[in-house]
């Protein structure tokens, strides 16, 4: 047997596992970077968060990124170099972490990689039928692999499309083994760039759950605030709370199909950014209200399409358990919105579940990987948009 493979297997086969979930999102803000220690597998599976951290982008890092983002027409020999380039920066980043935490990384057993979504393109979205459905994130694994030393397993989404799916989102997998619970109805409610929940019932039967993507987050107000204030983002929601909801903006910006679908359903910056914001002042001639009062409307949209869509899943008055995750949840405007909207239900975040909310999605990734090396695909029936299958491609160091 190749000496890669058998370490493979030894270290696949242990008692207790280290291993490093990474997560970059929409936003851009940062490497996600959460250790891990994984016991078992499946329903049985016991995760605990070590360290975590959020590893800083250079502005200049940032630049190159958005320069190939969410575009449909791009510099390709840029896509390429930037493939290698996003992996070689979060391999130092790891690196560095490890070195500050205190950690060889002989130590770290595996990493799990989401990479960098640079392009999502749904069906739903992009509406050409001689084409699926397709994504794309980069940061190559092998090279992760080789600048760390470190078994990496990335490039999660592909297999869930080719099994059926639509590559996002994948939550509903690790929210399963995490966080269902006997008697408790739970929705998982992460809100990154985009905005997506998973409905955990209580039965704790897998064929009843789904997870779907909303509509937008953070990323319609964080490409406001970039743009006309030269701020990351909105903190605290400072700009929207000096400005007033525009009813009539509103109404446009909710004015697209992507919200009469059925869940389970995906989005992404490629739908939802200033061009689409554009066309809604234009539509609404609200082109020039003032720019606080703009990021106030923004600020409403995301919180109308997460409440809109739980209340069409739910019922208009849904007495649920929302467990809160992202940037978004940060927001106080954004949550204070979504209290009043969903009144009957009990907001929470998952610091009361023993995962730091900001760590969340990186230890997502940790499940999956740990599911793909130790586990099983679960069998979630043949539930539309959640295929049951074991995802992440794996590069090894040598």
Known sequence: MNTQLQNLYLKANKAERLIIGLMSGTSMDGLDIALCSVKNSGANTDIKVLKFKTGDYTDDFRAKVKAIFSKKEVDLQLVCLMNELVAITHAELINEALKEWGYENTEIDFIASHGQTIFHAPKSLHKMEAYPTGTLQIGDGDHIAVKTGIITLSDFRQKHIAAGGDGAPLAVYGDYLMFSKSGEDRIMLNIGGIANFTYLPGNLKASEIFSTDVGPGNTLMDQYAQKYYNLFYDKNAEIALSGTLNEDLLAALLNDDFFDLDVPKTTGPELFNLDYLSKAQQKSSTVNIKQEDVMATLCHFSAETIANQIKVCFGNEPALKIYMSGGGMHNPLLVDILKVRLSHSEFL????????????????????????????????????GIPSVCMGKISLPE
Request: glycine fraction near 6%; aromatic fraction near 6%.
């Open 349 to 384: 975040d998952t610091n009361s579940l023993n995962i730091n909310p900001d760590a969340k999605e990186a230890v997502l990734f940790t499940v999956l990987a740990n599911e793909t090396l130790c586990g099983s695909p679960i069998n979630f029936g043949d539930r539309k």
